[in-house]
């Protein structure tokens, strides 16, 4: 009880006594080279694997002979994730944590789970309420199928237009709306018992490079930094965050190292995270298999590197067991003392512990559905999108569209992407509420003569419909779209035909455009905002939502939007 009673715990845990010798016990059974797996969490996808499969006896090596602390989930659905789940904690010796990134609820990962509008659409709605029942109703979700911990919320401040990945997964451009959102977040979380990660620190709002692809450099000295990047972070250390991700961005001010992300940086990690913002939770680096890692170091390099740094959790290793192998061999050479690799140990099985993993029991298949997909949480889902949909242009008051008094409506679908099931939905839902109505979708495989037909439609129509796809996603780059359809937009908004212009992802898509008359957003293309946008466009629910950004080459700015009362067609 002395040695208990003389070890550094950390605080965000609350443990009693009983809980740190738990700790110690766990920590007395491992090997060294164990210890080093428990820091090492692999990704694995929730689809089905067969029990022969060359997949399934890798996670079964990792999980039962290599003993790593945790499994990071992916694209699935919620029955098989749940089933794997349940096989991978019965062979492991230490319960595992799982993890998964659930920034907009089981959707974002599952194809059968309900998706939430993102973050940037939550804070249009004014009410930071929101994201404590998201953050609530998704973490019963987290828990019901297996995951403990969720990698949200995003806690960027999204202060550069052109950034291709932050975008609307930030709250706001705002540093106090990003913090009260965030932290609104984390307590409907912590009330479900889920760990929650703020990501992705010092701040990955101010680049135009996304990190999956290179490494982007964060500038500013170090009030400026302190004042706006690391604000929100700082205010959810004092909150009582669990978990902090940290970005692969490199950050002069802090460490002047050449192609070194803050992932692998002492001074960023240790010296400013550490010490001077005061943070002793967990501390978990974005994925190791990302190219501002992997076009600088190797695997073993990058995770000695980060254990030196300060890192507890080493997420999507190129490599899992050369990770292993070097931590472990770091040790024996002496590089990394085995008290190092003690205390990010012992801060994992306090996170293990307050979850109560040592109580776990094997998810109950046939209930899953008595929590995930409930209709209290497609209702919040609804609401959400319904109150954050922004009126940001209405120069014509052509909103709200009397549908019946529409002769000849055209749906001119914009994306730079392939075409996919999203752009079809709100084909469909258009082909729904307007009698009569021509459809065309202008994507990447789109020939000069569909420019054409798209375009004469467009002229012998007496209402266009622009729903433009502008996404936010990995490896993509930008959140532009190509010269092509800004051309045929901008050729469709100067007919004297009444157009209305929606933003379906990017809102910054008006900059493009400043002639537009008409721009509604809805900050993403999940169902439920592609829903309500339409119910918006036809007066059947009030427009309310307000600009939780500012949009350059416009005049429009934080706060703004029309607001406008539903029809009453009674």
């Known amino acids: ?204 709002g101010n680049t135009k490079i996304d990190s999956h692809q290179d490494i982007p450099i964060i500038d500013g000295n170090s009030n400026e930094l302190m004042n706006n990047e690391f604000f929100p972070f700082k205010k959810l250390i004092d909150s009582g965050v669990h978990c902090i991700m940290i970005g692969h961005l490199n950050v002069p001010t802090f460490d002047s190292t050449k192609n070194l992300p803050a992932t692998l940086s002492k001074p960023i990690i240790t010296g400013l995270l550490k010490n001077k913002l005061g943070f002793d939770g967990l501390i978990a680096t974005d994925a190791m298999n990302m190219s501002a890692v992997t076009k600088y170091f190797s695997a073993g390099e990058a995770a000695v590197k980060a254990v030196e740094a300060g890192i507890d959790l080493i997420l999507m290793s190129p490599d899992e067991e050369v990770t292993i192998n070097s931590i472990y061999n770091a040790v024996k050479s002496r590089m990394i003392s085995e008290e190092r690799i003690n205390y990010s140990v012992r801060k994992i099985f306090a996170a293990k512990k307050w979850l109560k993993l040592n109580e776990w029991k094997p998810i109950k298949l046939e209930e899953l559905g008595k929590v995930i997909n409930s209709k209290t949480h497609l209702r919040l889902a609804e609401e959400i999108a319904e109150k954050s949909i922004t009126l940001v242009k209405n120069d014509k008051k052509i909103i709200p569209v009397d549908a019946y008094k529409v002769r000849t409506a055209a749906c001119i679908t914009i994306t730079d992407e392939i075409g996919t099931e999203s752009e079809m939905f709100f084909q469909k839902i258009a082909k729904e509420n307007f009698d009569k109505i021509y459809s065309v979708v ?18 012998s129509s007496n209402l266009i419909l622009l729903p433009s796809f502008v996404r936010v996603k990995a490896y993509q780059g930008t959140v532009k779209l190509s010269k092509r359809n800004t051309d045929f937009i901008n050729k469709i908004i100067q007919l004297k035909i009444p157009s209305v212009l929606i933003s379906l992802g990017n809102p910054y898509l008006l900059s493009l455009f400043p002639n537009a008359k008409t721009y509604l957003c809805a900050y993403g293309d999940s169902t439920v905002s592609q829903q309500a946008i339409m119910k918006a466009i036809l007066g059947e629910i009030n427009i309310s939502g307000k600009l939780p950004i500012s949009i350059p080459k416009t005049n429009c700015k934080i706060g703004d939007g029309i607001q406008i009362n539903k029809i009453n067609r009674t």
């Not at 007395?28 to 164990?34: A, D, G, H, V």
Request: hydrophobic share 40%.
């Open 1 to 204: 009880m002395k040695k208990v009673n003389s070890i550094s715990y950390p605080n965000v845990f609350n443990l009693n006594e009983s809980d740190k010798l738990w700790i110690e016990k766990q920590l007395l059974k491992l090997s060294l080279r164990e210890k080093c797996a428990q820091m090492v969490m692999p990704w694995v996808l929730g689809e089905y694997i067969a029990d022969d499969s060359i997949e399934f006896s890798r996670l079964t090596r990792l999980v039962k002979d290599e003993k790593v602390g945790g499994l990071i989930f992916f694209r699935g659905n919620i029955l098989n994730e749940a089933m794997l789940i349940n096989k991978m904690q019965k062979i492991a010796d230490v319960p595992l944590l799982i993890a998964s990134d659930f920034e907009r609820g089981l959707g974002m990962r599952l194809t059968d789970a309900i998706e939430f509008p993102y973050n940037m659409a939550i804070a249009a709605t004014g009410d930071p309420h929101y994201a404590y029942l998201m953050g609530k109703e998704i973490s019963k979700e987290c828990r019901a199928l297996g995951v403990f911990q969720n990698y949200a919320p995003v806690a960027d401040i999204n202060n550069n237009a052109d950034n291709p990945i932050i975008n609307i997964r930030s709250y706001s451009e705002d540093k106090k709306i990003v913090t009260e959102f965030c932290d609104a977040f984390i307590k409907g979380a912590e009330e479900e018992y889920i760990l929650t990660t703020a990501k992705h620190f010092p701040g990955h």
């Open 442 to 459: 202008l994507n990447k495989k789109s020939t000069t003569k569909d420019y054409i037909r798209a375009y004469q439609i467009a002229k």
